[in-house]
């Protein structure tokens, strides 16, 4: 089966998240303060002592997670524990956790601009990958080339 271009930039979308997911998650666990990343003037505006849950969210949903659903989407395994993501989209989980994914960047933005702003040039290139992953998901060839009949 030929996978359709849109598809490869949707991986390449995941796949960039998933490295800097993984280098922010990484980063802000070896330091929980912040100072090296240059955003310990962002804390007393965020509801954390320190950047070790952020951390942990970026390592593992935004860092983890994009590498299962590239995955997914290229090997498409039959997981019976990710049925339930199948059975509301009529898609494969891959196809439907990239969904949930672009959603749940896009809501962790807004959270981001109520707490603090949009006050760095990473927050833009964030919105832009989660609108990405919305609109190559649901690109017609994609979206029927994971669509479970």
């Known amino acids: 089966m030929k996978r359709p271009l849109p598809l490869w930039i949707l991986i390449l979308w995941?796949?960039?998240?998933?490295?800097?997911g993984l280098y922010g998650g990484?980063?802000?666990?070896?330091?929980?303060?912040?100072?090296?990343?240059?955003?310990?003037?962002?804390?007393?505006?965020?509801?954390?002592?320190?950047?070790?849950?952020?951390?942990?969210?970026?390592?593992?949903?935004?860092?983890?997670?994009?590498?299962?659903?590239?995955?997914?989407?290229?090997?498409?395994?039959n997981w019976a524990w990710a049925d339930a993501l199948t059975r509301w989209s009529g898609h494969t989980w891959a196809w439907t956790g990239t969904l949930f994914l672009g959603f749940i960047l896009l809501l962790w933005l807004a959270v981001q601009a109520l707490l603090i702003g949009f006050t760095t040039g990473i927050q833009y290139v964030v919105v832009v990958n989660g609108l990405a992953l919305l609109g190559f998901a649901l690109w017609p060839s994609v979206r029927r080339l994971y669509r479970l009949d």
């Open 26 to 77: 990484i980063a802000m666990l070896l330091d929980p303060s912040g100072a090296s990343m240059g955003v310990d003037v962002l804390l007393p505006l965020l509801p954390v002592a320190d950047f070790i849950l952020p951390g942990l969210f970026l390592l593992f949903g935004m860092g983890l997670f994009p590498l299962a659903l590239v995955f997914g989407l290229l090997v498409r395994p």
């Open 14 to 20: 995941l796949v960039f998240l998933a490295f800097g």
